[in-house]
Nanobody
Framework: QVQLVESGGGLVQAGGSLRLSCADS????????MGWFRQAPGKEREFVAV????????YYADFVKGRFTISRDNAKSTMYLQMNSLKFEDTAVYYC????????????????WGQGTQVTVSS
Protein backbone atom coordinates (compact mmCIF):
# COMPACT_ATOMS: atom_id res chain seq x y z
CA GLN A 1 0.00 0.00 0.00
CA VAL A 2 1.27 3.46 -0.91
CA GLN A 3 0.69 6.25 1.61
CA LEU A 4 2.14 9.61 0.67
CA VAL A 5 2.60 12.52 3.04
CA GLU A 6 3.90 15.90 1.89
CA SER A 7 5.64 18.42 4.11
CA GLY A 8 7.74 21.54 3.84
CA GLY A 9 5.22 24.03 2.56
CA GLY A 10 4.83 27.47 4.02
CA LEU A 11 4.97 31.21 3.43
CA VAL A 12 7.99 32.64 1.64
CA GLN A 13 8.83 35.92 -0.02
CA ALA A 14 9.26 36.13 -3.76
CA GLY A 15 12.79 35.13 -4.70
CA GLY A 16 13.05 32.78 -1.74
CA SER A 17 13.34 29.01 -1.54
CA LEU A 18 11.50 26.06 -0.07
CA ARG A 19 12.10 22.32 -0.11
CA LEU A 20 9.12 20.04 -0.18
CA SER A 21 9.28 16.43 0.92
CA CYS A 22 7.03 13.50 0.12
CA ALA A 23 7.39 10.46 2.34
CA ASP A 24 5.93 7.07 1.50
CA SER A 25 5.19 4.75 4.40
CA UNK A 26 4.54 1.83 2.06
CA UNK A 27 6.99 -0.73 0.76
CA UNK A 28 6.93 -0.05 -2.98
CA UNK A 29 8.36 3.47 -3.18
CA UNK A 30 11.51 2.43 -5.05
CA UNK A 31 9.39 0.75 -7.73
CA UNK A 32 7.25 3.76 -8.57
CA UNK A 33 7.79 6.82 -10.70
CA MET A 34 7.00 9.88 -8.62
CA GLY A 35 5.59 13.24 -9.58
CA TRP A 36 4.78 16.66 -8.20
CA PHE A 37 1.66 18.56 -9.18
CA ARG A 38 0.15 21.80 -7.98
CA GLN A 39 -3.25 23.40 -7.87
CA ALA A 40 -3.95 27.09 -7.41
CA PRO A 41 -7.38 28.37 -6.38
CA GLY A 42 -9.82 28.24 -9.26
CA LYS A 43 -7.38 26.40 -11.50
CA GLU A 44 -6.90 22.81 -12.56
CA ARG A 45 -4.21 20.64 -11.08
CA GLU A 46 -1.07 20.96 -13.20
CA PHE A 47 2.08 18.95 -13.71
CA VAL A 48 5.26 20.29 -12.13
CA ALA A 49 7.88 17.53 -12.35
CA VAL A 50 8.35 13.78 -12.46
CA UNK A 51 11.27 11.51 -11.61
CA UNK A 52 11.79 7.91 -12.67
CA UNK A 53 11.83 5.07 -10.16
CA UNK A 54 15.65 4.99 -9.97
CA UNK A 55 16.15 8.74 -10.14
CA UNK A 56 18.04 8.54 -13.43
CA UNK A 57 15.70 10.84 -15.31
CA UNK A 58 13.56 13.83 -14.43
CA TYR A 59 11.22 15.98 -16.46
CA TYR A 60 9.86 19.43 -15.71
CA ALA A 61 7.10 21.76 -16.72
CA ASP A 62 8.50 24.69 -18.69
CA PHE A 63 7.49 27.18 -16.05
CA VAL A 64 9.76 25.62 -13.41
CA LYS A 65 12.79 24.68 -15.49
CA GLY A 66 15.92 26.11 -14.00
CA ARG A 67 14.20 26.96 -10.73
CA PHE A 68 12.88 23.65 -9.31
CA THR A 69 14.74 20.39 -8.85
CA ILE A 70 13.09 17.03 -8.19
CA SER A 71 15.03 14.29 -6.46
CA ARG A 72 14.48 11.13 -4.47
CA ASP A 73 16.14 8.97 -1.86
CA ASN A 74 14.86 5.42 -2.21
CA ALA A 75 16.62 4.34 0.98
CA LYS A 76 14.44 6.83 2.85
CA SER A 77 11.35 6.32 0.68
CA THR A 78 11.23 10.07 0.21
CA MET A 79 11.00 12.42 -2.74
CA TYR A 80 11.92 16.08 -2.72
CA LEU A 81 11.18 19.24 -4.63
CA GLN A 82 13.72 22.01 -4.19
CA MET A 83 12.10 25.26 -5.21
CA ASN A 84 14.30 28.31 -5.79
CA SER A 85 13.57 31.79 -7.12
CA LEU A 86 9.95 31.43 -6.13
CA LYS A 87 7.40 33.67 -7.77
CA PHE A 88 3.99 34.85 -6.64
CA GLU A 89 2.43 32.66 -9.32
CA ASP A 90 3.98 29.55 -7.72
CA THR A 91 1.44 29.91 -4.93
CA ALA A 92 -0.60 26.70 -4.83
CA VAL A 93 -1.22 23.48 -2.99
CA TYR A 94 1.51 21.08 -4.01
CA TYR A 95 0.77 17.37 -4.26
CA CYS A 96 3.01 14.38 -4.69
CA UNK A 97 1.81 11.36 -6.60
CA UNK A 98 2.97 7.85 -7.40
CA UNK A 99 2.69 6.05 -10.71
CA UNK A 100 2.92 2.27 -10.78
CA UNK A 101 2.92 2.35 -14.58
CA UNK A 102 4.81 4.76 -16.80
CA UNK A 103 6.24 8.26 -16.54
CA UNK A 104 3.26 10.54 -16.99
CA UNK A 105 2.46 14.22 -17.19
CA UNK A 106 -1.30 13.85 -16.71
CA UNK A 107 -2.67 13.81 -13.19
CA UNK A 108 -5.27 11.20 -14.07
CA UNK A 109 -2.56 8.66 -14.83
CA UNK A 110 -1.23 8.56 -11.28
CA UNK A 111 -2.39 5.90 -8.86
CA UNK A 112 -1.75 7.41 -5.44
CA TRP A 113 -1.80 10.95 -4.05
CA GLY A 114 -0.78 12.77 -0.94
CA GLN A 115 -2.98 15.25 0.86
CA GLY A 116 -1.05 18.29 -0.35
CA THR A 117 0.99 21.04 1.26
CA GLN A 118 0.32 24.76 0.85
CA VAL A 119 2.99 26.99 -0.65
CA THR A 120 2.33 30.71 -0.47
CA VAL A 121 4.68 33.20 -2.09
CA SER A 122 4.27 36.81 -1.12
CA SER A 123 5.11 39.47 -3.66
Amino acid sequence: QVQLVESGGGLVQAGGSLRLSCADSGRTFSSNHMGWFRQAPGKEREFVAVITWNGDSAYYADFVKGRFTISRDNAKSTMYLQMNSLKFEDTAVYYCAASTGGVYYMAGSYDYWGQGTQVTVSS
